[in-house]
């Protein structure tokens, strides 16, 4: 979780392989702190996308693109 502003919460889940992801954590999560984003990063994410779980929104990216946010070199 990376806090932001006042009363949201990102949410970033990571995965080996996005289809290891289960969003019954981020619902869970959004039922506590409903405003964030949610992100998932995997190795097998060759573009990004989005998917909708409910009313949720995911967004699947790979995981090399959380060092390029960070500044991080791999």
Same mark, same amino acid.
């Given at each position: 979780?990376?806090?932001?502003?006042?009363?949201?919460?990102?949410?970033?889940?990571?995965?080996? !392989?996005? #289809?290891?992801?289960? %969003?019954?954590? /981020? &619902?869970?999560?959004?039922? $506590?702190?409903? @405003?964030? +984003? *949610? =992100?998932? !990063?995997? #190795?097998?994410?060759? %573009?990004?996308? /989005? &998917?909708?779980?409910?009313? $949720?929104?995911? @967004?699947? +990216? *790979? =995981?090399?693109?959380?060092?390029?946010?960070?500044?991080?070199?791999?």
């Amino acid at each position: 979780m990376i806090t932001g502003k006042r009363d949201i919460a990102n949410a970033i889940e990571c995965k080996w !392989l996005s #289809t290891g992801f289960d %969003a019954k954590n /981020i &619902k869970s999560f959004r039922n $506590i702190y409903p @405003k964030g +984003k *949610n =992100i998932v !990063l995997a #190795t097998d994410v060759t %573009a990004p996308y /989005i &998917k909708h779980y409910d009313k $949720i929104k995911v @967004k699947f +990216k *790979n =995981i090399n693109t959380i060092f390029k946010a960070l500044d991080i070199e791999e």
